[in-house]
């Protein structure tokens, strides 16, 4: 071969990739691998490795059919080294090629390990940039600089204006930038709720899904009803799906909770859009559209578009401008190892049993269920931020570090000291029992402050206020609750101390 090898990651699957622009025929060569070592560098759920294996495969079907050529390597295969340096070393013998070509990866880890093989490797390695996102690294770099406290509210603002979108005449349609304030209403039990698309596993998904439940058999979670898209055409049916059937509806109950329903109004399409079955230009095209055409209310859409224009995009820009150092800090210097139950799912905190049961069964639990049961617990306990950040890598069909690691590291665990979000997600179990019905049949209620039978969310909030006073007590976006303090007596103080202890403790043993 006299052509070019190009490197087709799992999570790298769409058509106009850059790696594969000017393809030649006649020449080149795809190389795609599965790898034992990026199923395992944490214990991702099976669900996750099905998905982007499956993906890989269909993927790969598709561009043969295209006539490009590729070299795929299954995790079976006879002589696979198990790592993606190791298959590309394998992959030059073969092919002998006169350059590389690869389009950056999305985590900072791969990219050092394939900086490590192109530094000893026999031939020239051309890097190319990930354009699959609405803002470029450059773009973002430019933004950031000179800001102090950069805010997700900022650059969503540029990005409306930049992309033009729900925009008229320089102003945000309806006047207003953002319509979160609309869309914190808790669901009502008359609610009827949008029956969810699934994908039954076809013949190459059954066979990723028996390799799997043969070699990740130790990793948490369940594979049985696996229904991910794992084709571009399966996720733009999922798309037309959601656009038609939740969006609507998808502002007003974005905050909600429900038992036993994972998916109320969400999009469920962070799986395809992260792996590139789809591009965030064509999701929000798709919701603008609704909105333009009268099928979906401007709060729905806008918050649709601020969760991808805005928070997607957000993450993925400050991660890639702070790597590697940023995972280091431990501001609130939380160092309590993460609780068993987080495996297993066995504790008498309901909404926690609850979230960690859907999570286990579906790779999934949407923002709220991540933000304010598990992490917002993560956060009040004072857990270890590596060992939570391992846990959200790890659980998640969508997990990947750039976008896990600013939302858990930043937002969840306010382990950055606020660089990411002005202020830590804080809450007791008055919010969980109004967004949710976790609290009907919980051992604990969440009216009790005090006490054995007391919600634990309730004591623990305020002992994580004093426990940080120092660190937090000047954030005035944290006023109220440090004033609400200062008005306790000292015996209630003393016996919310008491709680916590008691508790944390319980923790512990
Ligand atoms: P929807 O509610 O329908 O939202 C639409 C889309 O917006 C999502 O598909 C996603 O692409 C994007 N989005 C929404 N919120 C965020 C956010 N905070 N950051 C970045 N993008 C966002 N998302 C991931 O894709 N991968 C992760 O590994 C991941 N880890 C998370 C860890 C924690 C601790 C928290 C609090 C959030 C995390 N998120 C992650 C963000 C968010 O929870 C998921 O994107 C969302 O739940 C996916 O479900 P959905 O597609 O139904 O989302
Ligand atoms: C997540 C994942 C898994 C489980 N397996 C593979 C694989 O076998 N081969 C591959 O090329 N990619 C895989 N991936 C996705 C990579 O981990 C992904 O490219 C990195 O997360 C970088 O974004
Ligand atoms: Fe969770 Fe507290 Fe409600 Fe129980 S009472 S479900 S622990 S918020």
Redesign the pocket.
């Known amino acids: 071969m006299s052509g070019t090898l190009r490197l087709v990651l799992g999570d790298q699957l769409s058509p106009g990739l850059s790696a594969l622009q000017d393809f030649d025929a006649d020449h080149d060569v795809v190389l795609m691998a599965e790898v034992q070592a990026e199923g395992r560098y944490v214990p991702h759920h099976p669900q996750k490795i099905v998905l982007v294996l499956s993906a890989m495969r269909h993927f790969a079907a598709q561009l043969r059919a295209r006539g490009l050529q590729v070299d795929y390597i299954e995790l079976d295969a006879a002589g696979n080294s198990g790592t993606l340096s190791g298959e590309l070393r394998r992959a030059l013998q073969r092919h002998n090629p006169k350059q590389v070509v690869i389009t950056e990866p999305g985590e900072w880890r791969v990219l050092q390990l394939l900086r490590d093989w192109a530094a000893t490797a026999s031939v020239p390695v051309q890097w190319r940039e990930d354009d699959r996102f609405l803002c470029s690294r450059e773009r973002f770099a430019s933004w950031l600089k000179g800001r102090k406290a950069p805010r997700m509210e900022h650059f969503y603002r540029d990005m409306r204006r930049h992309t033009g979108w729900l925009m008229h005449e320089g102003e945000p349609e309806g006047g207003e930038w953002n319509y979160d304030a609309d869309n914190r209403e808790p669901l009502p039990a008359s609610q009827p709720l949008p029956v969810r698309e699934r994908y039954a596993p076809d013949v190459v998904t059954q066979q990723v899904m028996a390799l799997v439940r043969g070699q990740f058999a130790d990793h948490f979670g369940d594979i049985e009803g696996f229904g991910w898209p794992v084709t571009r055409e399966q996720a733009l049916e999922a798309l037309q799906h ?1 656009v038609t059937r ?1 969006l609507p509806r ?1 502002g007003d109950y ?1 905050d909600a909770m429900r038992s036993g329903e994972p ?1 109320l ?10 792996i590139g079955l789809l591009l ?1 230009r064509e ?1 929000c095209e798709a919701a603008i559209a609704q909105w333009r055409s009268g099928a979906a209310p401007l709060n729905a859409v806008e918050g ?1 578009v ?3 224009l ?7 820009g400050l991660y890639w401008a702070w790597m590697p150092g940023y995972a280091d800090s431990n501001h609130l210097n939380a160092q309590r190892p993460l609780p068993a139950f987080f495996w297993t799912g066995n504790t008498s905190l309901r909404c926690l049993s609850q979230v960690i049961a859907e999570t286990r069964r579906n790779a ?8 304010m049961i ?2 917002n617990f ?1 956060l009040l306990a004072g857990l270890a931020p590596a060992a ?1 950040e391992q846990w ?2 790890a659980v ?1 069909a ?11 590291h930043g ?3 306010h382990a950055d000291g606020g660089l990411l979000a002005s202020k830590p ?1 804080a809450a007791s179990g008055a919010y969980i029992s109004r967004m949710s019905d976790y609290c009907k049949g919980c051992a604990y209620s969440p009216k009790l402050k005090t006490g054995a039978k007391a919600c634990p969310f309730n004591y623990l909030y305020w002992d994580f206020l004093l426990r940080n006073r120092e660190k937090l007590a000047g954030n005035v976006r944290l006023a109220m609750p440090y004033r609400s303090l200062q008005n306790m007596d000292a015996a209630r103080l003393t016996q919310i101390r008491e709680d916590a202890q008691r508790f944390l403790s319980s923790l512990d043993a």
Do not use: C, K
Request: aromatic share 22%.
């Open positions: 959601f939740a998808y974005q998916w109004f969400h999009s469920l399409l962070s799986t395809s859009l992260n965030p999701v649709f601020r969760q991808i805005g928070w997607r995009e957000y993450v993925r999934y639990a949407h923002h709220i269920q991540r933000l598990t992490g993560a939570v959200y890598l998640y969508d997990a990947f570090e750039w976008v896990e690691l600013p939302n858990t937002m969840v665990l997600y």
